[in-house]
């Protein structure tokens, strides 16, 4: 009887040992540029739980730029993307299929802005084409560039002849410009927000995407959004949509925008607090969510993307794109 127990006790934990643990964790691994303001939706999914509660161990691969987050992604180093550019998710899906797929992304606008000009607080000019003769630097990725060539052109500037643009990583903005090493650039939020506070920049020119890519100052410009490879979502349809599901959890949050939200931008991105408290936040939304107006904007965006070179030839949003989440 003792060695009939032994097999039943044997055969039990052999059987507890291959089954899938009520608490195991699937792992995303997510390529991010985790010092700008769309990753908040990351920490928000984090600290508050949403992930455990999906049972996900959600790992950030931290990269300086989107073109990075891209590389990660090919070289098998990342499942997805965090907050990609959407010129750059563009530019590969076009040559490589599949690479990532959207299921959320950030709108901007006038109201919403995260990209922007700014210039040395004593820099004589107020607008895009006061910056002539300028010395500028662009937050670094080729479709940064393209947006920031494309509004000065808007505003009647040719480069290498009416100004000079540089690319700088994100986190040398506020020190360039407060030694004054340029007269200004094309950067992010969080970094604008503290070269003004600071007193060293002031702004001349925010939703620049909506007012003179899109032509409508008020239209969102979905220039980023987070996604997953078209393989992982393939191969792990389970994972992907609980992702998704604290990926929609977040972003519920950051729309009621309450004072825990701020202090994230506190404790994570180097803000601080007196600017965290009033620093315009990006519209973030789920893909399933968009209207057809919606999605119409995306493209006109992506079509800027073909028309000025930066993809190769025309994509569709639809094609990277999906309504993950229940």
């Given at each position: 009887m003792s060695a009939l127990r032994n097999v039943i006790r044997l055969a039990c934990a052999a059987a507890f040992l291959s089954a899938p643990s009520a608490w195991a964790q699937d792992t995303v691994r997510l390529a991010g540029t985790y010092t700008v303001s769309s990753a908040l939706p990351y920490y928000v999914a984090r600290?508050?739980?949403?992930?455990?509660?999906?049972?996900?161990?959600?790992?950030?691969?931290?990269?300086?730029?989107?073109?990075?987050?891209?590389?990660?992604?090919?070289?098998?180093?990342?499942?997805?993307?965090?907050?990609?550019?959407?010129?750059?998710?563009?530019?590969?899906?076009?040559?490589?299929p599949g690479t990532i797929t959207y299921f959320a992304v950030f709108g901007q606008n006038r109201k919403y802005h995260m990209e922007q000009f700014i210039v040395r607080s004593d820099y004589a000019g107020s607008s895009l084409k006061d910056l002539k003769g300028a010395n500028l630097f662009v937050a670094a990725g080729p479709a940064n560039a393209a947006a920031a060539r494309a509004s000065l052109k808007a505003?009647?500037?040719?480069?290498?002849?009416?100004?000079?643009?540089?690319?700088?990583?994100?986190?040398?903005?506020?020190?360039?410009?407060?030694?004054?090493?340029?007269?200004?650039?094309?950067?992010?939020?969080?970094?604008?927000?503290?070269?003004?506070?600071?007193?060293?920049?002031?702004?001349?020119?925010i939703g620049v995407i909506s007012t003179y890519i899109l032509k409508k100052p008020d239209m969102l410009a979905y220039a980023a959004g987070t996604g997953l490879t078209a393989d992982f979502i393939k191969k792990n349809p389970d994972v992907a949509r609980r992702f998704a599901n604290a990926w929609s959890k977040a972003l519920a949050d950051i729309e009621k925008d309450g004072p825990d939200i701020r202090e994230m931008l506190v404790k994570y991105?180097?803000?601080?607090?007196?600017?965290?408290k009033d620093m315009v936040i990006l519209k973030a939304q789920m893909v399933k969510n968009m209207s057809p107006e919606d999605m119409a904007a995306f493209q006109a965006f992506i079509d800027f993307g073909v028309d000025n070179k930066v993809i190769p030839a025309p994509v569709k949003v639809k094609d990277f794109t999906a309504p993950l989440g229940d």
């Open positions: 600290d508050k739980g949403y992930f455990t509660a999906e049972k996900l161990n959600v790992v950030p691969v931290n990269v300086v730029s989107s073109a990075l987050a891209v590389q990660a992604i090919i070289a098998g180093e990342a499942d997805g993307a965090a907050n990609l550019v959407s010129l750059e998710a563009a530019n590969i899906n076009g040559r490589r505003a009647g500037l040719e480069e290498g002849k009416d100004y000079k643009l540089s690319e700088l990583p994100l986190p040398q903005h506020v020190g360039a410009i407060a030694a004054k090493t340029f007269d200004g650039g094309y950067t992010l939020e969080p970094f604008a927000s503290i070269a003004v506070k600071q007193g060293a920049a002031k702004r001349i020119e991105m180097n803000t601080p607090a007196d600017i965290a």
